[in-house]
């Protein structure tokens, strides 16, 4: 696959990660979250780096390819790291307010 093809690949992958984003807001605003920005630009930047990556791995220069791996482990990492830290912060709250 061409750089080209690559990169309409990425543009296709900022469409579709908006599509999400707007999904996971309208999801949010009927649970009542009213403050939920924090959350959204983190899964939007998340999701823009695994596409990003995805882009450059199906390219066929090796060295994009390279950073296209580096790339989506990066997005798969920080997806564990937030909801860890979610979880860990939500144990804090609870175990804070029912001593």
Request: proline share 0%; charged share 10%.
């Amino acid at each position: 696959m061409s750089l080209t093809a690559a990169l309409q690949f990425l543009v296709a992958g900022i469409g579709i990660s908006g599509i999400f984003i707007l999904i996971v807001h309208k999801f949010m605003a009927g649970l009542g979250v009213k403050n939920g920005r924090l959350i959204l630009a983190s899964l939007s930047f998340i999701l823009q780096l695994f596409f990003a990556g995805f882009g450059l791995r199906v390219s066929e220069e090796k060295n994009l390819v390279d950073l296209g791996f580096m790339l989506t482990d990066a997005a798969f990492l920080l997806t564990y790291l937030l909801f860890t830290t979610a979880l860990l912060l939500g144990q804090v709250k609870y175990y804070g307010t029912n001593k």
